[in-house]
């Protein structure tokens, strides 16, 4: 579980070992921070639906349940809005009740785990196109036909095909979309939502804004950062209207 005595102080201290960072080490670095018991090594082998559902989690623990996604629409430029509740999300992005997927079909007997951080750290230097076939690959944890070994390559396009339902089944919140009408051109589209990548940004501005208030306290009185810091939201705003009054 979560963390309760994270502080503005830790979240500071997350996002700065966060930053410069791709979506999904961000992800890893903020859970091994915040999240009890919890190892860089063991996050990495995380489902990516689980992860993300504590990355919510730790969202709304820092920001609340409402989440604003804004975007572009490809097709006309308008600018789309949508608000999402957290708490909905994270109730359709459960543990998987069983990591190891296995299909069977006919001869075939397929063996695959869910996806996990690594797998997507792993393919992300490869050309889009190749990913999801290496990502498969990557998932494959054993393949037989007729009781002997055989590989993934070998595998009818329709049966790999399958196991990979089976994958997006179990662990739905590996891949989260968005269904979204566009407010210019009416017309509907999915979006892919990374859950990592918006709470990135979302809490990059709050670190930026944070530090912003440190600046004009600091120079207005003279404190240090964590005496600032500490002072909480509330009563920096207090001392912040009085200096611009």
């Given at each position: 579980?979560?963390?309760?005595?994270?502080?503005?102080?830790?979240?500071?201290?997350?996002?700065?070992?966060?930053?410069?960072?791709?979506?999904?080490?961000?992800?890893?670095?903020?859970?091994?921070?915040?999240?009890?018991?919890?190892?860089?090594?063991?996050?990495?082998?995380?489902?990516?639906?689980?992860?993300?559902?504590?990355?919510?989690?730790?969202?709304?623990?820092?920001?609340?349940?409402?989440?604003?996604?804004?975007?572009?629409?490809?097709?006309?430029?308008?600018?789309?809005?949508?608000?999402?509740?957290?708490?909905?999300?994270?109730?359709?992005?459960?543990?998987?009740?069983?990591?190891?997927?296995?299909?069977?079909?006919?001869?075939?007997?397929?063996?695959?785990?869910?996806?996990?951080?690594?797998?997507?750290?792993?393919?992300?230097?490869?050309?889009?196109?190749?990913?999801p076939n290496e990502l498969l690959n990557r998932c494959i944890v054993s393949v037989s036909?007729?009781?002997?070994?055989?590989?993934?390559?070998?595998?009818?396009?329709?049966?790999?095909?399958?196991?990979?339902?089976?994958?997006?089944?179990?662990?739905?919140?590996?891949?989260?979309?968005?269904?979204?009408?566009?407010?210019?051109?009416?017309?509907?589209?999915?979006?892919?939502?990374?859950?990592?990548?918006?709470?990135?940004?979302?809490?990059?501005?709050?670190?930026?804004?944070?530090?912003?208030?440190?600046?004009?306290?600091?120079?207005?009185?003279?404190?240090?950062?964590?005496?600032?810091?500490?002072?909480?939201?509330?009563?920096?705003?207090?001392?912040?209207?009085?200096?611009?009054?």
């Open positions: 579980m979560l963390r309760a005595d994270l502080t503005e102080h830790d979240w500071l201290r997350i996002w700065e070992r966060a930053y410069g960072r791709r979506p999904y080490e961000f992800a890893v670095t903020l859970l091994a921070a915040a999240f009890e018991g919890a190892a860089s090594d063991d996050v990495w082998q995380w489902p990516l639906g689980l992860r993300d559902a504590w990355v919510l989690r730790a969202r709304r623990a820092l920001l609340g349940d409402a989440l604003v996604v804004t975007g572009p629409c490809p097709e006309c430029g308008e600018v789309f809005q949508i608000e999402l509740s957290t708490g909905d999300m994270i109730a359709t992005l459960n543990e998987p009740e069983d990591r190891l997927i296995e299909h069977r079909e006919g001869a075939w007997h397929l063996a695959a785990r869910m996806l996990n951080s690594r797998d997507v750290q792993m393919v992300a230097a490869l050309a889009a196109d190749l990913r036909r007729n009781g002997l070994p055989a590989t993934i390559s070998e595998v009818p396009e329709d049966v790999r095909e399958k196991l990979i339902g089976q994958l997006e089944q179990a662990d739905p919140g590996a891949e989260i979309r968005l269904d979204v009408e566009c407010p210019g051109c009416q017309v509907r589209r999915s979006f892919l939502l990374d859950v990592a990548q918006v709470f990135w940004l979302e809490l990059n501005h709050w670190a930026q804004r944070l530090l912003a208030e440190v600046h004009v306290l600091a120079q207005a009185y003279g404190w240090t950062e964590p005496e600032i810091v500490a002072l909480g939201p509330w009563r920096r705003g207090v001392y912040l209207e009085m200096v611009r009054s």
